[in-house]
């Protein structure tokens, strides 16, 4: 016997599970189909985000900060220690409780918008009268019927072809959140963002990490002038990081793991690690979602065709976040997922691409939203730039993390910002400000004139914006 929907959300992730509570506000009899299970097989809703992704690396950057700190920086503040040590299980324990947390106020919130939680992988089983019929398969089959579907069943981690994950030796962002003990020496593959923060946490904690980079470039995503920043901060700090590479043969042996590369010379080189883990991308999760069924569209790389509205080829058949076009962030597909339940009620939802912030949470972070200088060269555009260094920030001075500046590009002629590019502390933070200014359309005086709080770390952001002028008063 189906149960019948207005709305079938499918995939619990930041897209499907806010989506759902979208449009269960607007009035939707609404389901969300979620499979993730907790280490007692329970349901654990909020997708790779809060399961292996946003939530824990978050929590073991934390720990690991709070150690790196201990160990190095109390010392310049009169605090001192003796027998530094780090318990890698508790603090493994603590990130699985922040995780726990985040699960469980996910199927609270199912609870208070009404929303019908359904455990289990959902999957389309035919088109029906006016709807379609979706099956789900956990530990009680369902069969559920609706009007309308939202697809966001997310991205996995893409593999090294002829080089599985085993989650022992060589690692998805998922086996990296579970090394049970700092690894002597750790490898990765690949400099984006998993890559440079779990390299950050292992080093933090005593690891030898070297980065193994087929671009040329460090960062081509990031401004050049914040990426060189990065780059600097990060070899100081002692990860070592190989451009230009061209990998080899992987090798798992009884001692670790060794991978042979080409380095950007030429040279034949071999890396013997404890650890490896390959961070190259990855790919939409559509498979066992039997979308030919439906005849629901997928491109070449297995993603659902959409229009700029989050619409399929198929009528009442919508897709958001990792496994359509577009960046795959967490905080894009929650957007998207507010904008298709909108859009389903007959309002109009909308995603501005231009105003969407980039992360990167290592120390120093790195944030950014909207365009790069070498993306503005690229176009021909008149631009300005002005940038402040945290190092001339009172507040930074008083963190004691003065590294990195903030960077501002505003339009030559009507002043407006086209970007802002932050290395430093609290970046992500700080780039909700440029967030803002630039979905009004602000200018960069509009952001000089305004007061900040002093001391803040804000100031740098107002100080930026005097520099297009070239006015800083701090600098």
């Known amino acids: 016997m189906s149960k019948t929907f207005d709305v079938i959300v499918i995939g619990g992730g930041p897209g ?32 790779t985000c809060t399961n292996v992704g946003c939530i824990p690396s978050k929590a073991l950057l934390q720990s690991s900060e709070h150690f790196e700190h201990a160990g190095h920086a109390f010392a310049d503040h009169g605090i001192g220690l003796k027998d530094l040590s780090i318990d890698v299980p508790k603090m493994l324990a603590r990130k699985d409780t922040v995780v726990k947390q985040n ?24 088109a029906v009268d006016g709807g379609y019929e979706v099956q789900v398969a956990g530990a ?3 069969t559920l019927v609706a009007k309308q579907v939202i697809v966001a069943t997310g991205s996995n981690a893409r593999a090294l072809p002829g080089t599985p994950f085993d989650e022992e030796n060589i690692l998805s962002n998922d086996g990296a959140l579970r090394v049970g003990a700092v690894p002597k020496k750790l490898g990765l593959i690949g400099s984006g963002v998993i890559g440079l923060e779990m390299g ?7 690891a030898e990490v070297t980065i193994l980079e087929g671009l040329p470039t ?27 590479v061209k990998v080899g043969e992987i090798k798992v042996g009884k001692k670790g793991v060794s991978v042979a590369f080409t380095n950007a010379k ?67 597909a929650e957007e998207e997922g507010v904008a298709v339940a909108e859009r389903i009620a007959g309002q ?68 407006e ?49 005097l520099a297009v002028d070239k006015r800083t008063l701090n600098f």
């Not at 950050?200 to 005593?206: D, E």
Request: with cysteine.
């Open 140 to 142: 009680t089959a369902e």
């Open 266 to 332: 030429g040279d034949a080189q071999t890396l013997d690690v404890d650890k490896l883990i390959v961070s190259i991308g990855r790919v939409p999760n559509t498979v066992g979602l039997n979308a030919e069924a439906v005849g629901l569209a997928l491109d070449e790389r297995g993603a659902i065709v959409v229009d700029a509205e989050c619409r399929t080829n198929l009528p009442g058949v919508w897709a958001v976040g990792d496994v359509v076009r577009g960046p795959m962030l967490a905080h894009k």
């Open 218 to 244: 460090f960062l081509g995503a990031v401004d050049e002038q914040i990426a060189k920043e990065a780059h600097k901060a990060f070899t100081k700090q002692g990860l070592k990081i190989e451009l230009g």
């Open 348 to 415: 109009h939802g909308h995603v501005n691409f231009n105003t969407i912030p980039w992360v990167i949470y290592t120390s120093p972070e790195i944030a950014w939203v909207g365009e790069t200088e070498q993306q503005l060269k690229a176009r021909g555009a008149a631009y300005k730039s002005g940038s402040f260094p945290f190092m001339a920030n009172g507040r930074a001075r008083a963190l004691g993390d003065t590294t990195g500046m903030v960077k501002m590009l505003a339009d030559a002629k009507t002043d």
């Open 103 to 126: 699960n469980d106020g996910i199927l609270y919130l199912f609870k208070k918008n009404k929303v019908s939680f359904f455990h289990g992988r959902g999957s389309f089983v035919k």
């Open 417 to 465: 910002i086209l970007g802002v590019h932050i290395v430093g502390p609290m970046a992500s933070e700080l780039i909700a400000e440029a967030v803002v200014a630039m979905e009004f359309k602000a200018s960069s005086e509009d952001i000089a004139r305004i007061c900040h709080a002093h001391p803040s770390l804000s100031e740098s952001t107002k100080e930026a914006a």
């Open 16 to 47: 499907g599970y806010i989506a759902a509570i979208r449009a269960a506000q607007l009035g939707f009899n609404t389901a969300c189909i979620d499979e993730w299970k907790n280490s007692k097989g329970g349901p654990a809703p909020g997708g």
């Open 200 to 206: 950050s946490v292992w080093r933090r904690l005593g």
